[in-house]
């Protein structure tokens, strides 16, 4: 027998169930179909939470290790406890997904545990594991995510060739840890693991490190990270590699051709991700897909059938959690008559390695390959009063704006909760602000924030303090 209801969501990650929660605020009997024990997807149950979970915790034994001397605070030797770190982690993310289960009974979300395929525009077949079922729905909305992207030549073995995934559990710390991959999770989970005592080497086939940067942030980014310990080999690539019992032999090539060899116990693959469309029946629906392989869409999140709509890493856009969510808001509100919708221009991306990036709009490159005239201001946290107290002096804030009419165009900041001040960015890009109307804002002292101030103010050329 067939069961009826208004919207079917299928995977249950960040984009999935808010989306599930606001249409059922809406009014819509909504059954949210997942494929795994647990709820919320990629980003709490193996990306974004538990990875922040091992930062902030080794960020304690860097701290203990050696940041704590200059404060007049002298620790006796540190000691690791791996498995009581890594069962932390695993209590906050069994916390959250607990969580999420609450609020499907708070707002009357029906969850079903099983494996979707369409069937058609309003039908899907769930299997579960006692048995399967059908539903029959006015709507569909697919928001299935995203898995680890792999390299042709670099098998993931899950043991010595790994993904995020498993460089979120290792049992031991690693003697040398490569990192393929120089974007925001091969940097923070080599972070991670460099701080518990791992040497860690990065490679990256491009010229700098997270390349969607601005190049003075990224730059600046990398000079920190070394600092700390991490080495880094740009425009390289992994042209060899050997998978013996004990360790992984890889042999490293430059553009120019020079070689190098090197041993290490794990290799972290982390080069980006793809949509996870495997089994979803799109074809036998007549659900089309764009020239990316990702799911097409409309303005509307409408994909060729009008009835099945997509969110998420399965879409277009970055894949990002926050963007996610927000679509699964907006197409929720879309269902209910209102007007949904999303700004793109306006997404902010953060990287949580210390220092902190955090951007949103045009880098400068990006500004001048479209022709535009920008000024930009910079303002560096080595002048800021709160952050020498915290110690935290690396980086910078650097904005850009429209030189004709000081509209702005993009906000970079890297440096100590860049996470939390790149907020204020993406309010004033909202609302169409100018770096002038930053620079005239009354910020609290002394704060991180008014770095973003000063380089406001310094757009103009006239920072009090830089």
């Known amino acids: 027998m067939t069961e009826k209801t208004d919207l079917i969501v299928l995977g249950a ?20 179909v997942e494929k795994n024990p647990a709820l919320g997807g990629t980003c709490l149950n193996v990306g974004c939470i538990p990875s922040k979970a091992l930062l902030e915790s080794s960020a304690l034994v860097a701290a203990a290790k050696s940041g704590l001397q200059e404060h007049g605070l002298s620790l006796g030797e540190v000691k690791l406890d791996l498995s009581a770190m890594l069962e932390r982690k695993h209590q906050i993310v069994e916390q959250l997904t607990g969580g999420i289960r609450m609020l499907m009974k708070k707002n009357k979300v029906q969850v079903v545990h099983g494996k979707g395929r369409l069937l058609s525009g309003t039908r899907m077949h769930i299997e579960e594991e006692s048995g ?27 043991k010595q060739i790994v993904s995020s995934t498993e460089a979120l559990s290792f049992d031991q710390v690693p003697k040398h840890l490569l990192v393929v991959g120089a974007g ?22 491009l010229d700098q490190i997270v390349p969607f940067a601005d190049r003075l942030i990224a730059r600046t980014l990398q000079r920190a ?18 998978n013996t ?10 553009t120019k051709g020079g070689r190098q060899d090197l041993r290490c116990d794990k290799v972290l693959v982390s080069v980006g991700r793809t949509a996870y469309l495997e089994g979803l029946g799109l074809a036998d629906a007549g659900i089309a897909l764009d020239e990316r392989g990702k799911i097409a869409v409309n303005d509307k999140f409408q994909t060729s059938v009008d009835t099945v ?21 907006a197409v929720a509100e879309i269902l209910a008559g209102l007007p949904g919708e999303i700004n793109y221009d306006v997404i902010p991306s953060v990287v949580y390695t210390t220092p902190e990036l955090a951007q949103v709009g045009l880098t400068e490159q ?27 002096t690396d980086g910078l804030v ?22 939390e001040l790149i907020a204020e960015a993406v309010i004033a890009m909202e609302l169409g602000a100018s770096s002038e109307d930053i620079a005239r804002t009354v910020h609290a002292h002394p704060t991180l924030s008014e770095a973003v101030r000063e380089a406001a103010l310094a757009v103009d050329g006239r920072a009090i303090h830089g």
């Not at 990270?225 to 590699?241: A, N, P, R, S």
Request: net charge negative.
């Open 13 to 32: 990650g960040p984009g999935g169930y808010v989306a599930a929660i606001r249409a059922a605020q809406l009014g819509m009997q909504v059954t949210l």
């Open 132 to 158: 399967s079922r059908e539903l029959d729905a006015g709507n569909i909305l697919l928001a299935t995510g995203s898995v680890p992207a792999g390299l042709p030549g670099l098998p993931l073995d899950g």
């Open 184 to 205: 925001a999770v091969g940097l923070e989970l080599g972070l991670v693991w460099s701080r518990l005592g791992a040497t860690v080497t990065v490679v990256e086939l």
């Open 225 to 242: 990270l070394k600092v700390q310990g991490m080495e880094f080999h740009l425009k390289t690539k992994v042209v060899d590699l050997k």
């Open 245 to 254: 019992d004990a360790q992984v032999e890889v042999t490293l090539e430059d």
């Open 309 to 329: 709509y997509a969110i998420g890493d399965v879409i277009r856009g970055p894949m990002l959690a926050h963007k996610a969510e927000d679509e699964g808001i």
């Open 366 to 392: 990006q500004a001048e390959e479209q022709g535009l005239e920008i000024k930009t201001g910079k303002f560096f946290f080595k002048a800021n009063g709160r952050a020498l107290c915290a110690g935290e």
């Open 398 to 419: 650097k904005i850009i704006a429209d030189a004709k009419t000081d509209k702005i165009l993009g906000v970079h900041i890297l440096g100590p909760h860049a996470s």
